[in-house]
T-cell receptor
Framework: KAGVTQTPRYLIKTRGQQVTLSCSPI?????VSWYQQTPGQGLQFLFE???????NKGNFPGRFSGRQFSNSRSEMNVSTLELGDSALYLC???????????FGPGTRLTVL | AQSVSQHNHHVILSEAASLELGCNYS??????LFWYVQYPGQHLQLLLK??????LVKGIKGFEAEFIKSKFSFNLRKPSVQWSDTAEYFC????????????FGKGNQVVVIP
């Protein structure tokens, strides 16, 4: 099976812009979670989608949003970018909630 | 909220030495426990997991971890490390009640010197 794929792999944006990141889960996986990884804060949970519904949300401002499509693919959006949003954004999929999560390579976002 | 503590963020050791990484979590209920590894330039991969049963779990590449419920700990061990074990190791916890929200520790950067 193909692993979790994320596009794009790298992004450079400026403050105030918005960005959309995409994630394709492993075939058959219905749960998709997003995490932010920074040197200072480590890995932090953003949100989780299961069957097109947001099931959990982390402590991030409303500028961070996401959605999941009927084919389980997911997107996350960050509006009004700030310098502090620079991070590696990881997507993970799992066949069911509570199970092992399989991570993608991430999208490296740099905000200038 | 769940929190996960990993100590000794930077670990340097020689090949053939033994490795033990500590992980403590704060959550009173039943939890699922994981150790993930991130090799240089690669994405996070699962080393091992504990859901229930035998508290000593074995994972890939000779790693094992022991769940001690009374100590809220899930420590990772490998008896003899290799240079290829150089990586960052993350402990993670979630509550299995339909929750896919992983809480990660800050990670241990392990460098193995040949």
């Amino acid at each position: 099976k193909a692993g979790v794929t994320q596009t794009p792999r790298y992004l450079i944006k400026t403050r105030g812009q918005q960005v959309t990141l995409s994630c394709s889960p492993i075939s058959g996986h219905r749960s998709v979670s997003w995490y932010q990884q920074t040197p200072g804060q480590g890995l932090q949970f953003l949100f989780e989608y299961f069957s097109e519904t947001q099931r959990n949300k982390g402590n991030f401002p409303g500028r961070f949003s996401g959605r999941q499509f009927s084919n389980s693919r997911s997107e996350m959006n960050v509006s009004t970018l700030e310098l502090g949003d620079s991070a590696l954004y990881l997507c993970a999929s799992s066949p069911r909630q509570g199970d092992e999560q399989f991570f993608g390579p991430g999208t490296r976002l740099t905000v200038l | 909220a769940q929190s996960v503590s990993q100590h000794n963020h930077h670990v340097i050791l020689s090949e053939a030495a033994s490795l033990e990484l500590g992980c403590n979590y704060s959550y009173g209920g039943t939890v699922n426990l994981f150790w993930y590894v991130q090799y240089p330039g690669q994405h996070l991969q699962l080393l091992l997991k504990y859901f229930s049963g035998d508290p000593l779990v074995k994972g890939i590449k000779g790693f094992e971890a022991e769940f001690i419920k009374s100590k809220f700990s899930f420590n990772l061990r490998k008896p003899s490390v290799q240079w290829s074990d150089t990586a960052e190791y993350f402990c993670a916890v979630n509550a299995p009640n339909g929750n896919n929200r992983l809480a990660f520790g800050k990670g241990n950067q392990v460098v193995v010197i040949p």
